[in-house]
């Protein structure tokens, strides 16, 4: 069986041209590379297509299906990106009828039902982690059993309807899958080359804003810290990486059972390596950041949301202003670079609380962090503030996938309208370029 993994791009079908702004986030499609080797380990013949990243366009998709002819498309696509996956999953079919055209990710994970209702071109969408899903999808389309035995996924029956088959239990042993099939992406091209790799799945907080919860679960599931430290090896040995990024949501989520083992384990074998994470302020202490600056850690960005303590609770963000001070002062400190990062335009937004974010921001510069990322609300499918918006008081002004991406205003507060978080965007990100100090 041929399979095709196709990442979707987020805005245009990108050239060099454009990589060249600055406009992508090149880190490989390590999701894509989980799906291939659980493929190939069914004896599937696989590529990986990245037209978010790479010079690949639609006709390199068109002649691929027509001369290599697939029997599986599969196609992963954030909420932005979803327009042009189902571009992709429409030239599927108008070429080769007959291919599977198989969605994935966290957008049509939470809506599935209205994307098999609305797009014909779409047969089969996978719920939540995919990795046993798409074996067992794979074992299904190859005749060998029927798709309603197939837990996480959705389809239409044999009458055309839209059938959801029961979720899927999440995967608990995560050292039980391969590692991704890192050779059949053009490494060279990536900002961070083959140096990606995850370490846990979950998230026991609850923040409103996010939907890790809802899609990977409310437990913290870790690796091995041996098994992770193998990873990194290989990925020094085999592709030559002295930087590696952590691609979890919170790398320090477990330190004791996970971030210092991995670190004492980076040191005791003598791997020459640096690597960037994330974490939560309220996780980091001195001692933390000691073990990561020894280990190699140059990088750390901590999720800030806002400067107003009243949001952040409302948020259920689950830490303080002065948390956020400490962890920021830690880092710096200890010569890591910080990076944090803010959302406008959350539930209580107001021209007070957007006033109290700009110097709360401003004073964490002081405090050193190296750069500040500042975003517009996206109110994306799986967060609570999507799913209830008129409970935050929050209006959803845009219908649009294509333009939830975190620098359009799409929606208003109680008091702020869209217009003017606009303004105050343009007005903040200003002032942290221009280095504008607090008044």
């Not at 069986?1 to 987020?10: E, I, T």
């Not at 500042?374 to 935050?392: A, C, I, K, Q």
């Amino acid at each position: 069986m041929k399979v095709l993994l196709v990442n979707s791009p987020q805005f245009e079908f990108h050239t060099a041209a454009g990589r060249a702004r600055g406009q992508l986030d090149l880190l490989p499609p390590l999701h894509l590379g989980y799906l291939a080797a659980v493929a190939e380990k069914r004896g599937a013949e696989c590529r990986i297509f990245d037209l978010g990243a790479l010079d690949i366009s639609l006709e390199t998709v068109t002649e691929t299906i027509t001369s290599w002819q697939p029997e599986i498309v599969g196609i992963s696509s954030t909420t932005l990106s979803f327009p042009n996956a189902l571009r992709i999953a429409q030239v599927v079919k108008q070429v080769r009828p007959q291919t599977f055209t198989i969605l994935g990710g966290c957008h049509v994970t939470f809506t599935a039902s209205k994307t098999l209702d609305t797009h014909k071109q779409v047969d089969i969408i996978v719920r939540g982690e995919g990795e046993e899903t798409f074996a067992e999808l794979l074992d299904c389309l190859d005749g060998r059993d029927g798709l309603a035995r197939v837990n996480g996924i959705s389809y239409r029956n044999s009458d055309g309807a839209v059938a959801h088959a029961p979720s899927r239990d999440f995967i608990q042993d995560l050292d039980s899958l391969p590692w991704p099939a890192r050779r059949l992406m053009q490494l060279e091209k990536y900002r961070g080359g083959a140096g990606a790799l995850f370490t846990s799945r979950g998230c026991p907080h609850a923040c409103a804003f996010c939907a890790a919860t809802a899609m990977s679960g409310r437990r913290y599931r870790s690796r091995s810290p041996q098994f992770v430290v193998d990873e990194i090896q290989h990925l020094v040995k085999q592709y030559g990486c002295r930087r590696v990024t952590f691609l979890d949501d919170t790398f320090t989520a477990l330190p004791t059972r996970l971030t210092i083992p991995v670190c004492r384990e980076i040191m005791r074998r003598g791997l020459d390596v640096s690597f960037g994470c994330e974490s939560r302020a309220d996780i980091i202490s001195p001692k933390l950041v000691d073990e990561l600056q020894r280990a190699g850690c140059i990088a750390i960005h901590f999720g800030v949301e806002s400067g107003s303590q009243e949001i952040l609770n409302r948020m259920r963000k689950g830490i303080t202003l002065d948390q956020v001070r400490n962890a920021v002062h830690w880092s710096a400190e200890a010569g890591l670079e910080v990076y944090c990062s803010v959302i406008l335009g959350l539930p209580g937004e107001t021209e007070a609380t957007a006033h109290q974010t700009r110097e709360f921001l401003l004073e964490l510069r002081e405090r050193g962090a190296k750069k500040i990322i500042v975003e517009l609300l996206g109110p994306f499918p799986g967060t609570d503030l999507y799913e209830h918006p008129e409970g935050h008081g929050l209006v959803i002004h845009e219908a649009d996938w294509g333009k939830f991406n975190t620098r359009l205003p799409i929606v208003s507060t109680a008091e702020l309208s869209r217009e003017r978080l606009r303004e105050l965007y343009v007005e903040l990100t200003f002032d942290l370029q221009m280095g504008i100090t607090r008044r």
